[in-house]
């Protein structure tokens, strides 16, 4: 008698899409800006330096790992957001009392997340693209790639978002944990830049392989084989939403 | 047919408070079933455990003859919860949330009925509205729409009208009234025991955890254990600790309004009436006005749980 509830996922993934097109401040307006002052400042104010190792200008190099770096802070921002406002006004109950699967809920929340990522990267590079050669090398790796990281962060935010007391524990994951993790993903440098000690660390960074795969697709360069790491990130993909699902399923945070 | 068959439920919260203790009740099938306690009796407990926004610590429940634990989500489009907390969207309007709720109960929005419903609760002004907007009573009542909008089988309200004034209040309990007489069954928490009493055709009395009683309104209002009589002063009376002992044969309350005696009866057979108004009056001098009426079902409340419903302010 249980039957899927196709059109309670369909609304729910609805409903979060709505959710951030009514904050277009936040997901299309500041994503474009960003991009203007990333343009002014590293392009212009920084010149056409090379990347060393690397046979790229800086700023050509800059514009994928920036484009990621968006998009996974965003897909986190997508759930966790939407989680916290729903436990602070109360609405999260009706996510429990309406007849969704655990899978449902999980699969509308994260869908919603990677396409706001996309949305996010998609106006990101159109208002670049006039000004630097975004090229297409491996359109595979790239769609590959930034759906797996989105998958990954819009799960991370849904498990923050389902922690979460308050809008400050938000707050305290972004700025702690997101923040740093996707600003030392390798956005700014190849990690061939960086000494041996940092290098160790940064292999252990997993949005480290999210950006540099992501950018492979891109230029056709990278420091790690992406095609090496595809499974492991489509590992990691599938665990963030078993995590999901089973922390939804059991209530966690969620039911007394 | 039960509509809803509650057998042995438990609740015990993780900082080890006992909410409910072996909790069994039937609603029957078409009922307008009240449930009544005091603050923290376990009623929204109780209400929350059907809506699946707390688990059960133990027992079983059915609804219309599914087991409602294993079937849950064929149960949870039959149950409509009204919350006892205020909940709202920032992001939508009224008629926005409605279509929301309904999409995630897994019907098509049925905009007729969707009009209804913001007609009958009196939303049709504010529906474009973002429920931002909207004052604390607005809300509720879109909570109750949002209730109803799958059109489920079973309607449950968690003191759906506190803080809601008394001409909306009787609206609302018209709208119920009409739901519950093409078929709905109606559970509800309520502080408004004259309210209860009117509406309702059976009743659960529960206090700390513990079912205290549960029956048909009309023969729990039979079992009358006595008479008041009652009497009204121009002011608010207080009772001090001389007059709680000379009208203690009488189980005094006092109210803004006057004062209640409880009447039995004297070994001959003979009413206390004449001793406890002289009493009375020995006390409080002569009333503005004064009678005698049967036990009604605050009387009933406070005999079997000891209890005001609400804290008195
Ligand atoms: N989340 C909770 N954690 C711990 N105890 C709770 C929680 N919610 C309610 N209680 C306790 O459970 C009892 C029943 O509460 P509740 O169901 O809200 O009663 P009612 O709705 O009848 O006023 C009370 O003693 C209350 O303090
Ligand atoms: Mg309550």
Redesign the pocket.
């Known amino acids: 008698m249980s039957t899927m509830n196709l059109r309670g996922c369909m609304t729910l993934f609805k409903r979060e899409v709505h959710r951030f097109l009514k904050v277009k401040m936040q997901t299309i307006v500041t994503p474009a800006l960003t991009a203007i002052l990333y343009l002014l400042i590293f392009r212009y104010a920084m010149g056409e330096r090379q990347v060393p190792g690397l046979d790229v200008d800086y700023f050509t190099f800059l514009v994928p790992g920036l484009a990621m770096m968006a998009m996974m802070q965003n897909a986190f921002a997508n759930t966790s957001s939407s989680m916290i406002m729903g436990k602070v006004m109360g609405m999260n109950i009706y996510l429990l009392m309406a007849p969704l699967s655990a899978l449902e809920v999980v699969v509308a929340f994260l869908a919603a997340a990677v396409v706001r990522a996309t949305v996010v990267a998609v106006v990101f590079l159109s208002v670049l693209s006039p000004f630097v050669d975004i090229s297409v090398m491996h359109l595979g790796i790239i769609l590959l790639y930034g759906l797996c990281a989105s998958i990954m962060m819009g799960g991370l935010g849904l498990i923050a978002g389902m922690w979460a007391k308050d809008f400050d524990n938000i707050a305290m994951v972004t700025n702690f944990v997101i923040l740093p993790l996707t600003f030392l993903s390798g956005v700014f440098y190849s990690v061939k830049q960086l000494p041996e000690f940092w290098q160790q660390i940064n292999d252990a960074n997993p949005f480290f392989y999210l950006t540099d795969g992501f950018r492979y697709g891109f230029l056709g360069i990278g420091d790690t084989d992406p095609y090496a790491s595809i499974m492991v990130v489509i590992g990691t993909s599938l665990l963030t939403i078993v995590s999901c699902w089973y922390l939804w399923r059991i209530g966690w945070r969620m039911k ?1 | 047919m039960s509509a809803l068959e509650i057998k042995g439920l438990n ?1 015990v ?8 203790h072996d909790v069994s009740l039937s609603v029957p099938k078409g009922s307008f079933f009240a449930l009544l ?12 455990i059907l809506a699946d926004t ?1 688990l059960a610590t133990g027992g079983s429940a059915r609804l219309f003859d599914q087991d409602l634990f294993a079937e849950r989500n064929w149960c949870k489009r039959q149950i409509g919860v009204v919350p ?1 907390e205020v909940a709202f969207d920032p992001f939508f309007t009224p008629r926005e949330v409605l279509a929301i709720t309904s999409g995630l109960f897994g019907s098509k929005p049925d905009d007729a009925w969707i009009d209804h419903l913001l007609d009958r609760l009196e939303l049709t002004a504010h529906v474009g509205k973002n429920t931002r907007q909207l004052s604390g009573g607005m809300r509720r009542r879109l909570l109750v729409a949002q209730a109803l909008v799958h059109k489920p089988k079973l309607v449950i309200l ?2 759906p009208t506190a803080g809601v004034d008394v001409e909306l209040r009787r609206r609302l309990w018209g709208f119920m009234r009409e739901l519950n007489a093409a078929g709905t069954t109606i559970l509800l ?1 309520t502080h408004y025991l004259d309210e209860a009493e009117e509406l309702c055709d059976h009743v659960a009395i ?1 206090d ?2 513990k079912v205290v009683t549960a029956q048909p309104m009309a023969d729990l209002m039979q079992q009358v254990a006595s008479s008041y009589l009652w009497m009204n002063y121009d002011k608010p009376l207080s009772l001090s600790e001389a007059d709680t002992l000379a009208l203690a044969d009488f189980k005094p309350r006092v109210s803004d309004t006057g004062v209640c005696l409880q009447l039995g009866k004297l070994e001959n057979g003979q009413s206390t009436f004449h001793t406890a108004y002289e009493a009375a009056v020995a006390r409080f001098g002569p009333p503005q006005d004064a009678g005698v009426r049967s036990e009604d079902l605050e009387d009933v409340f406070l005999r079997l749980t000891k209890k005001e419903i609400r804290e008195t302010t």
């Open positions: 007394e | 609740k919260y993780s900082n080890g408070n006992v909410a409910l306690g005091p603050n923290g009796a376990g009623k929204s407990t109780l209400i929350n707390v006892q968690d003191e928490t529960i700390q955890g």
